[in-house]
């Protein structure tokens, strides 16, 4: 098990996927007692294990993108405090910082993130970040009207 952010996590071998895993302990629903017993494996370290599933995979450069965020002081110190974009700062001032993220963070989780920060950030680049943002905007803006229809 490991502690990360205020949750637990148990690090297992996850049949479904047939890799290991982790698993937040709040959410799991259900055990079971079997008569297999555990071995852990020699040199493993379950955080190290797990913050290597959180992080990007950095031995790997030329499959991270750079991402370049210009915002407000207080906007940019917030962003380079958070788990997944501290990690991956590259070069920083002030006011702008460049990330070296995976293209499927930037596709996904990024753009939803960055909609918390609303006008006190600004993408410079990737340009196909900038269109996951106002596609999640857009999204978001057509939800309500037509919730606001119904």
């Known amino acids: 098990m490991t502690y990360w952010k205020g949750k637990w996590y148990v690090i297992s071998y996850c049949h479904l996927r047939r890799n290991i895993r982790s698993f937040r302990v709040d959410r799991i629903q259900s055990l079971s007692i079997t008569d ?9 370290s379950t955080r190290q294990s797990f913050l290597q599933n959180l992080l990007p995979d950095w031995g ?4 991270l993108l750079t991402v370049c965020i210009q915002g407000t ?8 405090d958070h788990w997944l974009f501290g990690h991956a700062i590259v070069e920083r001032s002030k006011d702008r910082v460049y990330f070296k993220l995976d293209e499927s963070a930037i596709s996904t989780y990024v753009p939803h993130f960055l909609l918390l920060y609303r006008t006190t950030v600004d993408v410079l680049e990737p340009t196909f970040l900038k269109e996951k943002l106002v596609d999640a905007v857009s999204k978001l803006l057509h939800h309500h009207q037509k919730s606001e229809l119904d």
């Open 36 to 44: 297999t017993i555990f071995k852990k494996l020699e040199n493993f």
């Open 60 to 63: 790997n450069q030329n499959q």
């Open 73 to 80: 002081p207080h906007a940019i110190n917030d962003l380079c």
